[in-house]
């Protein structure tokens, strides 16, 4: 079964400041991998995905992301901070085709990205 | 193009009552997938549609959700009696293929049971 965790439930940074959360997965086999964001009283808007391109992948908002075989990593990061970026950010991980993880997005915890001006 | 809209946004109703989610994804789109998150928890896959049909239900967490996508298009989730425990946010998403393609997710609704 795949599992995702993301370390730290909350994340606090000052404006202008890096801004690193970070993912790890549990899968057999490489997954799809996704970023998605929450800002108050709206849906789930996905930052980026990896599905098995480029490792470096390039989201909106300036954020990116680097998927890590080899310490089963997908951690987002953006150089410098803004106000608006304030939200809720979800890992999420589907499996490959022939998988019983095929489509279905399992989910990390959330981490609450705080930006203090 | 309108997103994934569901209906309603907030519900409020007491333990043994019914209440109906609704869903209406984006036009086009053949897959349909319903999560829930606790509070306090993670986002929890409940069950994916591909048209009409269930595809995957392996998340649904007992006989008192019924879920159902009758003609492809929309789609209604159920909870007949609901108990305390079914308190949370419904979220609705979906996709025009399976499997790596992005989900489009629903703004959710707010279910609370007293």
């Known amino acids: 079964a795949q599992s995702v965790t993301q370390l730290g439930s909350h994340v606090s940074v000052s404006e202008g400041a890096l801004v690193l959360l970070r993912c790890n997965y549990s899968s057999s086999v490489p997954p799809y991998l996704f970023w998605y964001v929450q800002y108050p009283n709206q849906g789930l808007q996905l930052l980026l995905k990896?599905?098995?391109?480029?490792?470096l992948v390039k989201g909106i908002n300036g954020f990116e992301a680097e998927f890590k075989k080899s310490e089963t990593s997908f951690h987002l990061t953006k150089p410098s901070a803004h106000m608006s970026d304030a939200a809720e950010y979800f890992c999420?991980?589907?499996?490959?085709?022939?998988?019983?993880?095929?489509?279905?997005?399992?989910f990390g915890q959330g981490t609450i990205l705080t930006v203090h001006p | 193009e309108a997103g994934v809209t569901q209906f309603p946004s907030h519900s409020v109703i007491e333990k043994g009552q019914t209440v109906t989610l609704r869903c209406d994804p984006i036009s086009g789109h053949d897959n349909l997938y319903w999560y829930r998150r606790v509070m306090g928890k993670e986002i929890k896959f409940l069950l994916h549609f591909v048209k009409e049909s269930k595809q995957d239900e392996s998340g649904m967490p007992n006989n008192r959700f019924l879920a159902e996508r009758t003609g492809g298009t929309y789609s209604t989730l159920k909870v007949q009696p609901a108990e305390l425990e079914d308190s949370g946010v419904y979220f609705c998403?979906?996709?025009?293929?399976?499997?790596?393609?992005?989900?489009?997710f629903g703004p959710g609704t707010r279910l609370l049971v007293l």
């Open positions: 990896y599905t098995s391109a480029a490792t």
């Open positions: 999420a991980v589907s499996g490959k085709a022939g998988g019983t993880s095929y489509g279905k997005l399992t």
């Open positions: 998403a979906s996709s025009q293929v399976r499997g790596g393609e992005t989900q489009y």
